[in-house]
């Protein structure tokens, strides 16, 4: 299993620019496929990007283009650069690493999106 801090989330205004950041520990981290979610009030969990373990990236439509998701393994991270933020984008974020059932989320961080 791994252990993993969010941080980076705030409140930004339309237009603006985040960067997420997921700190894990405890297990090899790079064998994991690591995942941004997000969860608005009132709406279910969503998968936002995601990241194997070579490199290989996917996005939900809503995102792309806006969102990149990287890693870096030497320090145990991954990252999700936001830009052009909008207002639809305000939620909870969740890290995830999945290895085969090993199943592992963070505690998440708000991004809040607002004039």
């Known amino acids: 299993q791994v252990q993993l801090v969010e941080s980076g989330g705030g409140l930004v205004q339309p237009g603006g620019s985040l960067r997420l950041s997921c700190a894990a520990s405890g297990s090899i981290f790079s064998r994991y496929a690591m995942g941004w979610y997000r969860q608005a009030p009132g709406k279910q969990r969503e998968l936002v990007a995601a990241i194997n373990s070579g490199g290989s990236t996917s996005y939900a439509d809503s995102v792309k283009g806006r969102f990149t998701i990287s890693r870096d393994n030497a320090k145990n991270t991954v990252y999700l650069q936001m830009n052009s933020l909008k207002p639809e984008d305000t939620a909870v974020y969740y890290c995830?690493?999945?290895?085969?059932?090993?199943?592992?989320w963070g505690q998440g961080t708000q991004v809040t999106v607002s004039s």
């Open positions: 995830n690493a999945e290895y085969y059932s090993d199943y592992n």
